[in-house]
């Protein structure tokens, strides 16, 4: 079965660290770039950052830029993002997502995991 | 940064009836548009992309439709199941941004 399945969430205290993994499996993962899509409670998406099919190039939203950092294990089929320096309105449910081969749209999700930060 | 904004915000409609959602973009993006259909609970589906081409197993009352700046979704006969949040999403230059929504709901 294709499927992402994303994990790593919970409760951390504002500058606090998190490192969440998205699991591909059913599907060929060294051919599509990957990414992440945050939603606040009650709020829309929000793209938070990519990483091209070969690792090479990696993308942020200026929101995170400097905090996180995006990765991608190949043997293990498994996507990363590293979250440093953590903000109460970095609270959200994280989006594994797959990227549709020559179009930066998302084709696949993970069921999301729930970062909340908070003292 | 691109900006879209989704009107409206939200739609109270029956079964059956046609629906047409908006996004609009504050630049020109060419056609390099998404629409996402997201339901409680739920992780966002794919729809279409660039602006008119179905994604995979979505049923053909889904179209999109527009270039430059204005975009549609247009569900030509809503069935219970289309009642969601729908969200567009531009990919033509970083940071990628999604629209703010319009929620369809049940009249």
């Known amino acids: 079965e294709v499927q992402l399945l994303d994990s790593g969430g919970g409760l951390v205290q504002p500058g606090g660290s998190l490192r969440l993994s998205c699991a591909a499996s059913g599907f060929t993962f060294s051919k599509y770039a990957m990414s992440w899509v945050r939603q606040a409670p009650g709020k829309g998406l929000e793209w938070v950052s990519a990483?091209?099919?070969?690792?090479?190039?990696?993308y942020y939203a200026d929101s995170v830029k400097g905090r996180f950092t995006i990765s991608r294990d190949y043997p293990r089929n498994t996507l990363y993002l590293q979250m440093n320096g953590l903000r109460a309105e970095d609270t959200a449910l994280y989006y594994c997502?797959?990227?549709?081969?020559?179009?930066?749209?998302?084709?696949?999700w993970g069921r999301g995991t729930l970062v909340t930060v908070s003292s | 940064e691109i900006v879209l904004t989704q009107s409206p915000a939200t739609l109270s409609l029956s079964p059956g009836e046609r629906v047409t959602l908006s996004c609009r973009a504050s630049?020109?993006?060419?056609?390099?548009l998404a629409w996402y259909q997201q339901k409680p609970g739920q992780a966002p589906r794919l729809l279409i992309y660039d602006a008119s081409n179905r994604a995979t197993g979505i049923p053909a009352r889904f179209s999109g439709s527009g270039s430059g700046t204005d975009f549609t979704l247009t569900v030509s006969s809503l069935e219970p199941e289309d009642f969601a949040v729908y969200y567009c999403?531009?990919?033509?230059?970083?940071?990628?941004?999604f629209g703010g929504g319009t929620r369809v709901e049940i009249k």
């Open positions: 990483i091209s099919d070969t690792g090479v190039d990696t």
């Open positions: 999403q531009h990919r033509y230059n970083w940071p990628l941004t």
């Open positions: 630049q020109s993006i060419s056609t390099y």
């Open positions: 997502a797959r990227i549709l081969v020559n179009y930066w749209f998302f084709d696949l």
